[in-house]
């Protein structure tokens, strides 16, 4: 994979003769064949175009070139590269519903499950072929049946009938016909033989020969409506989605066409995401790729694939999206939105394949006069370039106009939640239609305040009944302890959005009320550092955290914002109990344990505890008893690092769920309650100017004393009451007012220090060198050091026992 360094020279067309002598050495180019063999390796997986790029130097045959780059993106299962339809389409005959029926064939004959498929690959075949998860399972049967059967009647090899020609009558000839065409969108010529035009009507035959007299494109909207669609299902046009730098794009809630497969981390692919999470409907496309510092028609490239997959929208078309034939007058321009109906059933069937056989060999004696060289280029006609001029924003059906005027050019609050809270309200299911937001919120990675409200009107309509009614077969194994939980989640995370949007009393009197964008810490973290900062400068005037965020969510500090939350992520890890447990005296007995350490009797401390909380690495804690305590822990510690504590002793009889040994008491508070271990607490780390909650609990249930358990920062889902007295306390200290700010700031860098400091001093080395904690990676985000050596808290001292980890 090309590094960064290797692009930047790439993608700017340096020759060899013209690279610095030590970027030659870091990239490991030593020969001018090596850096050629590089840079036509990079053209191939980052799909560029032959003409206007450096390949063309190091690869003379266009042809060949652009073969070798489809081969490569099919074996990928990458995304259709429409950007080059023009190449594809009208000089080699190879459309995208065709590059998609090889795909889904090879994967047939192979017997590949449905996920192989990448997210946005998997949304186009369904947009084009119909062919969805259902579709593809009955696809696979009825293909197994087929070779099995001709196996026994012709006594063949198997593997030998399994080709394409065998099952290509069980796929469709043709996209289906719930494809939609925007009227904005241009139309082009493809490959026109004399036997297609024989097959064409009369309407067809018009735009045919329009196309090819005025040697132009046109936009769909001035053509019969019928004979576009036709010509395309046919091949015969392709489709361009036309972006300009002026154009201001809105991604509502993911629909149906979005397939939750996996994420493969092709070029395109980390584009799609990136652009997914970055994307504002008050940034045009111009101002986000310079937010970015992405090339202009990479993020042109990428907002057009999200406009003809139907996951996003114009803002900025004219009300009637530039129709001018009558036969469009039907065509619903309410929404924008390319969102086709679900799939019909697919025909398994398809016409006579002798047709099919004799129009594949007519491929193969091309005109290829239209893939380009150095001497040849398509030039897009001023009609085309000029086809999206900026208009009045349209209105999303759920705004309101006062919300509009009240969040149009203002920075918001960011409202920050890990994929846990996604995964609640999708395994819960709680609503179809929340499913769809929270397939939103994991995919994209944000939902924006203009879409607030249809989400909030569905997490007000949830309930436990209809939370009980909507509960499927699939998930009689669901305990009734984990439903609750799922709907508490929702229900606390709808008074939570209401309480923060548009609440005059949060800020100062200037700021008045502010909209509410819902992020995913991950989605952000694929920003580079940089970017990432500077897309959150401009976009929010302050930042707020759910709690707890879970410790194997990464992400570096946003250090130049206002936030209510876990300022580093070491803070949702087991150091920071360690580390509240050293400046305190106060906490269960614990033992950090690295991995490969082998535990073979329990410190005196622990050995009176009838059950154990455990936390393996990065992971949340499980309970478990003190039955084969030592089996399961030296079990653990072959894989992972692991905290163990006491959680209780006493009576079996006595204990509570574990649930109810914990007490959390939310802060911001003036006065700690008389234990001595908060009082310790609250003059190491700010509780006064910042929110969150303190974790007690009780050992015994022969001792009502209270231990420090945990500490976690920001507003929790988990509880009703818990969350409720966290944001009246918001309220209440003023913890958003520009006093409370720069206190914040201050105690909050002055805690980060001192917890970085705690680590590093319990990593060291027996020979006193200090191991760095902190491992950074390419974005920005650290990785929380693993444990070099077993560290013990007895209840009320820290310290480190034996040597390294021992295998």
Excluded at 83 to 99: A, D, N, P, Q, W
Excluded at 476 to 497: K, P
Excluded at 512 to 540: A, F, K, M, P
Aim: hydrophobic share 35%.
């Amino acid at each position: 994979m090309a590094s960064q360094l290797d692009e930047h020279y790439i993608r700017t067309n340096v020759e060899w003769s013209q690279l610095p002598a030590d970027v030659k050495q870091k990239c490991g180019w030593n020969t001018e064949k090596e850096y050629d063999k590089a840079v036509f390796a990079f053209s191939i997986k980052h799909q560029l175009r032959y003409k206007g790029n450096l390949v063309r130097k190091v690869h003379k045959d266009s042809r060949k070139y652009y073969d070798e780059l489809l081969r490569y993106s099919r074996e990928h299962l990458m995304i259709f590269p429409y950007h080059l339809s023009e190449i594809y389409v009208k000089g080699l005959r190879m459309t995208s519903f065709s590059y998609y029926i090889d795909i889904i064939s090879d994967l047939i004959l192979q017997e590949k499950s449905y996920d192989t498929l990448p997210n946005f690959t998997a949304a186009d075949c369904l947009r084009l072929l119909g062919i969805g998860r259902n579709q593809y399972i009955e696809l696979i049967n009825q293909s197994r049946t087929i070779l099995q059967a001709a196996k026994k009647k012709m006594f063949l090899n198997l593997s030998s009938w399994k080709t394409p020609a065998s099952i290509r009558h069980l796929l469709p000839s043709q996209p289906v016909d719930s494809v939609r065409i925007q009227p904005w969108w241009v139309i082009s010529l493809g490959c026109v033989t004399d036997d297609d035009v024989k097959q064409c009507t009369s309407e067809e035959k018009l735009i045919i020969d329009y196309l090819i007299d005025e040697r132009s494109s046109k936009l769909a909207g001035e053509l019969n409506y019928d004979a576009v669609h036709s010509l395309y299902r046919k091949g015969l046009i392709y489709l361009d989605v036309p972006v300009s730098e002026d154009d201001f794009i809105q991604v509502p809630p993911l629909g149906s066409g979005f397939v939750m497969n996996r994420i493969v981390g092709d070029y395109f692919e980390v584009l799609l995401y990136k652009l997914f999470v970055s994307t504002d409907e008050h940034t045009n496309v111009g101002e986000l790729s310079r937010i970015l510092t992405l090339d202009i028609e990479l993020v042109k490239q990428t907002m057009s694939m999200f406009l003809r997959l139907g996951f996003a929208r114009k803002k900025n078309l004219e009300n009637d999206y530039g129709i001018i034939h009558t036969s469009w007058k039907h065509f619903s321009t309410t929404s924008g939105l390319q969102s086709p109906p679900p799939p019909k059933e697919l025909k398994l069937t398809s016409p006579v394949l002798d047709k099919r056989v004799s129009e594949w060999k007519k491929d193969l004696e091309l005109d290829t006069s239209f893939i380009e060289d150095d001497t040849t280029s398509l030039n897009l006609t001023d009609e085309v370039k000029s086809l999206s001029s900026p208009t009045s924003a349209t209105t999303p059906d759920q705004l309101s106009a006062s919300i509009i005027s009240s969040t149009l050019k203002q920075k918001r609050i960011g409202f920050l939640f890990d994929s846990s809270l996604t995964a609640f309200l999708m395994m819960g299911n709680l609503s179809p239609n929340l499913k769809t937001h929270a397939v939103t919120m994991f995919e994209v990675g944000k939902l924006a305040d203009e879409i607030l409200g249809s989400f909030l009107q569905e997490l007000e309509r949830i309930s436990p009944i209809s939370q009980s009614s909507m509960k499927s077969p699939d998930d009689e194994n669901q305990s009734e302890g984990e439903a609750d939980r799922y709907f508490l989640h929702a229900r606390v995370l709808y008074q939570t959005i209401s309480f923060l949007r548009l609440n005059n009393d949060l800020f100062d009197e200037e700021n008045g009320g502010l909209g509410v964008d819902l992020l995913r810490y991950e989605s952000l973290s694929s920003l580079d550092s940089t970017t990432r900062q500077r897309l959150i400068e401009r976009n929010y005037h302050i930042l707020i955290s759910m709690a707890p965020v879970s410790a194997e969510t990464f992400y570096s500090p946003f250090n130049s914002i206002d936030f209510l939350g876990p300022f580093l992520q070491e803070m949702n890890s087991v150091w920071m109990k360690l580390f509240i447990y050293s400046v305190t005296k106060s906490g269960p007995a614990s033992l950090l344990l690295p991995k490969g350490y082998r535990l073979n009797v329990l410190p005196d401390c622990l050995k009176v505890f009838d059950k154990f909380l455990v936390t393996t690495w990065n992971h949340e804690p499980t309970y478990i008893s003190n039955v084969n305590i030592l089996l399961s822990i030296n079990e653990a510690l072959l894989h992972s690092a692991v905290l163990l504590q006491g959680f209780y002793y006493g009576n079996s009889n006595d204990f509570k769920e574990e649930y109810q040994q914990i007490r959390h008491i939310p802060f911001p508070w003036e006065h700690a309650e008389k234990h001595s271990g908060l009082g310790k607490l609250a003059s190491s780390v700010d509780l006064k100017n910042t929110c969150g909650y303190v974790s007690m609990l009780t050992l015994s249930s022969n001792d009502s004393e209270e231990v420090l358990l945990d500490i976690r920062f920001g507003i929790p889902l988990f509880d009703e009451k818990i969350s409720e007295t966290i944001r009246s306390g918001i309220v209440k200290h003023k913890l958003c007012s520009k006093d409370k700010v720069q206190e914040r700031m201050k105690s909050i860098r002055a805690l980060s220090i001192s917890l970085v400091a705690f680590i590093e001093r319990f990593q060291q080395s027996d020979s006193s060198s200090c191991n760095m904690p902190m491992r950074h990676s390419s974005n920005g985000i650290r990785s929380t050091c693993l444990p070099q050596r077993p560290i013990l808290f007895d209840g009320e001292n820290l310290t480190t026992i034996g040597a390294s980890a021992s295998s």
